[in-house]
């Protein structure tokens, strides 16, 4: 039942996303835009498309892998994901990932799950990055 819930999840989160549009994260945060503009953002990650779909997988698997199997990569880590999709003001002062309108809270709204991610995990980077 709960691999059935994942597959509904996953086509609702596809529906979503092929129904926005492209810009709809035009502010992808300070770092992950600079890397689409150069072209760059490849690198990190290949195929979008997959990572739209399988993205509640990806994080759970990671999930396990860090918690159960003690594998702590930057591949694996959600602080890579909070350094790159991060937004400043314009004061220059982080904007958390999790708040209204940001990266991670946008998709989250229009499929209506919860973000509890960063009630352990820090929703803003260093600020010595």
Not at 66 to 93: F, I, Y
Not at 120 to 127: F, I
Request: hydrophobic share 30%.
């Amino acid at each position: 039942m709960n691999r059935w819930l994942m597959v509904l999840f996953s086509l609702m989160t596809t529906t979503v996303f092929a129904h926005t549009d492209s810009d709809s994260h035009a502010n992808l945060g300070d770092r992950a835009t600079e890397l689409k503009e150069a072209g760059e953002s490849k690198n990190i990650h290949p195929d979008l498309t997959e990572i739209r779909i399988m993205h509640p997988d990806f994080m759970m698997h990671k999930r396990d892998k860090t918690l159960r199997q003690g594998v702590r990569t930057k591949r694996n880590s959600l602080k890579a994901c909070v350094n790159c999709h991060s937004s400043t003001d314009k004061n220059d002062e982080y904007i958390p990932i999790n708040q209204q309108g940001q990266f991670c809270s946008t998709c989250h709204q229009k499929v209506g799950t919860s973000l509890d991610c960063f009630s352990c995990h820090r929703s803003t980077p260093k600020e010595d990055l």
